[in-house]
């Protein structure tokens, strides 16, 4: 018992605790059923948990029973402190975990799972946490979707503070079809009915977006809010429900507020890379004002490169689009409504769109002489387009539109891709421009042939969209059709059904005439009616390079198909030039087939001659086939350089490169370059590769076997020659202007260039045995040499042989021309030549010589020096270099117009024997003048030797003949010579012209001048028994003298005198003939007698045994023989 009352306060305290147990228990039972009956009515509920330590409420898998809203959540806890037990208003924390909400606005709300939840607690949530929640809501204003929320809450004295963040977010504001995504953060107060976003911030991989802002909650509730952004352009544009395809990123600033009635958000931004319907546009700023209900405005300047900036305003509301441009270019929209815009030029005016209906007026301002830029075309003019979207229905009206390619009037209609109704007349200045704007824009290519040019014309197209009707008048200048290009065109071309007929009258420097048109499928005819053509330009047109020019007319038929191009007609011609050579009177027929040329039957006149036959040339197989005659063909019209007339043929058939065709020819009076021959004759073969014509020439040259080989190749693609010429000269007659020259000619000839001024070059090899010399008495023998030739210029590098005995070398440089030798310089060195200069003379002499020829002016000249001279020759006859071993005829030769200019010079050793005596001498002169006049300057003086007179042997003392006058040979002679005769010293003087001597004597002893005659010509001196002028003796013996010279000439005597003579001791005086021959250089006979009687001969021979020592035998008149010694010595 005192246990009992000892521990009595301790049982009751547990009867106390028993009793709390049980009725907390019963009051935990009886709010666990209450709480789980009311969650019943809208939620499924897993598990409801009541926890004393501490005190929370636990509910688990909690799952509204309505759709929408729906929520649900996979765990609920509710704690309370132990003191806030104490409070009549309970503050509590709650913990979502995994909430899931879900609400659609504009959906009906969902009525199942019974009425409202009413819970009636004393509990007030104080603070609370949100773990990986996840909320949906369908608003009006668009779509939100967060997932991944985590989010704190606490509620003290009616202020909320949230703190939210989302992993993921998708945002689709308003009829939006596209999502903004990305990470959101949020921190967001409220006092009282204002809302203070301080932070809304939505970041994804390549967006994002910070708002900031007040929202108050009234009667009408108030928006202030601020955003700066960087968006897809695609997301923005969508959020207002705006048409087209944008592309880049725009970032900027909005302004979202409704202060002054409906809400309004304005903003500006700023676009990079902007594209509108897939086409580029640059950078892009500009404003964005929308107004709730009404619409909004976009205000955009465009930058786009060095383009003008472009400015588009675009209004929108109540499902229409409207707006105005500035310099806006418009592709962005025709490519959104799928028509081609080939149009460079920028725009200015309105456009509309609603309910599908676009129409635009644009007015282009460009300058059209610009022309095109990039393949697309400026514009100036007025322009409405009317388009259908839905139906594809566009209308197009423009008056005095103005481009690059014309000026014209444009309307019509059409269905993209179904039909086309459309007119287009105007001034075209590039036809083919126009017609490609037109395939463009109706994104269609016209079946028809290509047309150029520039003028009027009239355009309908109507029918099938893909293969329209076309007709087509034109006139225009100049104009072109396919291949053709003319000056002036006019006529008309239908296309319907593939098929394309025509009429063209065409009038062009390089034809006229009328082209019937014809043109369907894969092929084409052209009929040409020519009245005037050029044989190039049809060729040309054929793509075919044949060497012949010139105009034509005729009949002739083009025709075009899947197997090429087909060319046939009848041509008539009254000159075409074949290679640069004018040929006449032209006919025949051509046909072009299978990429072959062929002339059927070809006639024409070629320089004087005639050429008939017929020819084909294939240009892809390389075949022939040739059968052409030529006669009478003068070659001189070719080339300035060549002479003579051909006749010739040329005949074979087969494949170039395989097979040659070849002929025969003959040539009458054939030269050229310098060459001259009476005739050449051979056989040719041609080739023909590649559009190049090859010939091969070998023959001979007549007179004489001088065969020669020759290679031409000629392109038809232009007015060229080239090849070479080798072969072997035999008869030097062809090249020489005079006859007899005997050797050979080796040479190697190349030439190109255009026929008329050929381009000559090569090598020439001489050799021979003699080349005479006109007017010269002396030939070139035994030579040699090499030259080089370029064009009419002649090289000699080097050239040898013999003149006169003595090798001589030279070298020169002739030029040809026209006429002949045009200039020329020879330079020749030689030495110990025997040269007989002039008539009746010899020498051994070294020197140089040297020809030079400019123009008609001829030069012979040269330094002699003679080792040599043997002088026969009279000094008063006139000097000539002819021959007559070389004779060239009696007609005037160039040589005798040949200029002289030579210099002889000896130092000892000329000798002069002529009927003045026998003289040693030196020399030193110069030869000037013509070989037909030539003139002497300069001067010869004796050293030693005898001159005759009166049949006396005077010994020189002194001698000098001077020859100063350039006009004439009239030489001064200054003479003074010795003589013994009996016991006379005899001195005999001559001074004076040769033409006009003065001779004086005088004797030792003295004797008059009568007797010293008289002792001269009797050999003894006489008594005067009379009385005789001795001027009449000495006058009569020069007259005498003068006679005897002449004689001695014609019978070829080295004396001969006819003296006067007194007989006996009478006074009668008669005359005595001398004559006198020279046997040998040193034995000479005299034969003297009296012409009065046949008695009195006197016959003297006197032989030179050496210098100064002689025998002399004489029989005198009474017949007489004596022999005499002399001995003859100078003191």
């Given amino acids: 018992m005192n246990f009992l009352k000892k521990r009595k306060g301790l049982i009751a305290f547990l009867v106390v605790l028993a009793f709390l147990y049980i009725a907390l228990s019963f009051a935990k039972s009886l709010f ?41 959540l996979r765990n609920l806890r509710i704690s309370i402190g132990f003191l806030s037990l104490l409070k009549s208003q309970k503050p509590v924390t709650v913990e979502i975990f995994q909430p899931i909400v879900f609400y659609d606005a504009r959906a009906s709300k969902s009525s199942s799972g019974g009425g409202g939840l009413s819970l009636n607690l004393p509990l007030v949530i104080e603070s609370g946490y949100i773990n990986n929640g996840y909320f949906a809501f369908e608003l009006n204003q668009g779509s939100y979707e967060l997932s991944g929320v985590s989010a704190f809450f606490r509620l003290e004295s009616g202020r909320l503070n949230l703190l939210l963040r989302a992993n993921q977010s998708k945002i689709r504001p308003y009829s939006s079809k596209l999502l903004l995504e990305g990470a959101v953060e949020t921190l967001i107060t409220t006092r009282g009915k204002t809302v203070n976003i301080n932070r809304l911030i939505i970041q994804g991989d390549n967006s994002a977006v910070r708002v900031e802002g007040k929202i108050f909650q009234s009667e009408r509730t108030r928006v202030d809010l601020r955003a700066v952004y960087n968006l897809d352009t695609q997301f923005i544009m969508s959020a207002f429900s705006l048409p087209f395809v944008w592309g880049g990123k725009t970032a900027g600033e909005v302004t979202i507020s409704n202060e002054s009635g409906p809400l309004i958000i304005t903003s500006d931004y700023k676009t990079r890379d902007f594209s509108l319907n897939r086409v580029d546009l640059g950078s892009v700023e500009g404003q964005v004002v929308v107004e709730q209900g009404r619409g909004g405005q976009i205000l955009a300047e465009i930058k786009n490169g060095s383009r003008p900036v472009e400015k588009v305003i675009i209004t929108y509301g109540s499902g229409k689009i409207g707006g105005q441009m500035f310099g806006f270019h418009l592709d962005p929209i025709m490519e959104y409504a799928s028509v081609p815009w080939p149009v460079a030029s920028a725009a200015w005016g309105n456009f509309s769109y609603s309910q599908g209906q676009l129409r635009a ?230 046909i072009w087939k299978d990429e072959s040329l062929s002339f059927p039957d070809l006639r024409f006149n070629l320089n004087g001659g005639q050429v008939y036959g017929r020819l084909q040339l294939g240009f892809k197989n390389n075949d022939y086939d040739f059968d052409l005659k030529g006669s009478g063909v003068n070659l001189s019209p070719f080339s300035s350089d060549f002479a003579g007339t051909i006749s010739l043929d040329l005949i074979g058939q087969g494949v170039f490169g395989q097979d040659r065709p070849y002929g025969n020819f003959k040539i009458d009076k054939f030269g050229v370059f310098f060459l001259k021959t009476a005739s050449a004759s051979g056989q040719y073969f041609l080739n023909f590769l590649n559009n190049n014509l090859n010939v091969e020439i070998k023959g ?256 020189v003392i002194r001698g000098r003949l001077s020859f100063f006058n350039p006009l004439t040979i009239d030489p001064y002679l200054d003479f003074q010579g010795e003589a013994y005769v009996k016991d006379y010293h005899v001195l005999f003087t001559l001074s004076g012209l040769v033409s006009n001597l003065n001779p004086e004597f005088s004797s030792s002893p003295p004797l008059p001048t009568e007797e010293i005659l008289s002792l001269l010509a009797l050999g003894e001196s006489y008594q005067r028994r009379y009385f005789l002028d001795p001027t009449q003796m000495s006058t009569a013996s020069l007259i005498s003298y003068q006679l005897a010279k002449k004689s001695e000439s014609l019978f070829s005597l080295d004396r001969f005198r006819l003296d006067p003579f007194v007989m006996g001791s009478t006074s009668e005086i008669t005359a005595r003939l001398t004559v006198g021959k020279r046997l040998s250089k040193n034995f000479f006979l005299l034969y003297s007698t009296n012409l009065a009687t046949q008695r009195e001969e006197i016959v003297r021979l006197e032989w030179e045994l050496s210098g100064g020592f002689s025998l002399v035998a004489i029989r005198n008149e009474l017949g007489r023989v004596s022999f005499d010694l002399k001995l003859r010595r100078r003191f």
């Fill in 32 to 72: 666990l059923k209450q709480l789980a009956r009311r969650l019943d009515r809208a939620f499924e509920v897993g598990e409801i948990r009541l926890s004393y330590l501490p005190p929370a409420l636990t509910i688990k898998n909690l799952k509204s029973r309505s759709e929408n809203p729906s929520f649900s």
């Fill in 700 to 955: 001979n040259l007549f007179p004489g076997e001088s065969n020669f080989e020759t290679r031409i190749d000629i392109p038809f693609d232009r007015d060229f020659l080239s090849g070479e010429v080798k072969g072997r000269l035999t008869n030097l007659d062809f090249l020489l202007p005079w006859k007899g020259a005997e050797g050979t000619v080796d040479y190697l000839l190349s030439f190109q260039g255009p026929v008329s001024s050929l381009d000559l070059s090569g090598a020439v090899e001489v050799k021979g045995s003699l080349i005479p010399i006109p007017g010269f008495a002396h030939a070139l023998n035994d030579f040699s040499g090499l030259a080089f030739i370029k064009n009419s210029q002649v090289s000699i590098r080097s050239f040898q042989g013999s003149l006169g005995g003595g090798p001589i070398q030279g070298s020169g440089e002739l030029k040809f021309g026209a006429s002949g030798l045009d200039s020329a310089e020879i330079r020749m060195d030689g030495e110990k030549m025997q040269l007989s200069v002039f008539e009746r003379t010899r020498s051994l002499a070294d020197g140089q010589l040297r020809f030079i020829k400019e123009g008609p002016r001829m030069v012979f000249e040269g330094d002699l020096e003679l080792k040599e001279v043997l002088w026969k020759k009279e000094f008063w006859e006139r000097l000539s270099f002819s021959s007559q071993a070389y004779s060239n005829g009696t007609n005037k030769s160039w040589i005798d117009d040949l200029n002289l200019n030579l210099r002889l010079r000896a130092s000892d050793n000329v000798w002069v024997e002529n009927s003045l005596g026998r003289i040693r001498a030196r020399l030193d002169l110069t030869i000037s003048g013509t070989v037909s006049n030539p003139i002497i300057t300069g001067e010869i003086e004796a050293l030693s030797g005898t001159v005759y007179f009166q049949d006396r042997d005077f010994k």
């Fill in 361 to 590: 007026t644009a007015e282009f301002r460009d300058k059209v002489e610009t022309g095109s830029v990039g393949g697309r075309y400026l514009f100036n003019g007025q322009t409405q387009i009317d388009l259908n979207l839905p139906k594809k229905d566009l209308k197009i009206q423009a008056k005095d539109l103005k481009s690059s390619f014309g000026r014209m009037v444009i309307g019509g209609e059409l269905t993209i891709g179904e039909r086309i109704d459309l007119s287009i007349s105007g001034q075209f200045f590039d036809i083919k421009a126009a017609r490609e704007f037109t395939e463009k824009i109706f994104k269609t290519t016209f079946d028809f042939p290509e047309i150029r040019g520039a003028g009027r014309a009239d355009v309908s197209i109507n029918g099938a969209y893909g293969h329209p009707r076309l007709h087509f008048e034109f006139s225009c200048s100049p104009a072109g059709f396919e291949r053709f290009e003319v000056t002036t065109a006019r006529g008309e071309i239908q296309v319907a059904s593939g098929l394309v007929t025509g009429k063209v009258y065409v009038v062009d420097k390089n034809f006229q005439g009328q082209l019937d048109l014809e043109i369907g499928g894969k092929q084409s005819r052209t009929r040409m009616l020519l009245e005037r053509g050029l044989v190039e330009t049809f060729l040309g047109y054929l793509k075919v390079n044949f060497p012949i020019k010139g105009p034509t007319g005729g009949e002739f038929f083009y025709l075009t198909s899947e197997k090429g191009v087909e060319f046939e007609g009848d041509f008539f011609s009254e000159e075409l030039f074949l290679l640069g050579t004018r040929i006449e009177q032209v006919k025949g027929k051509i």
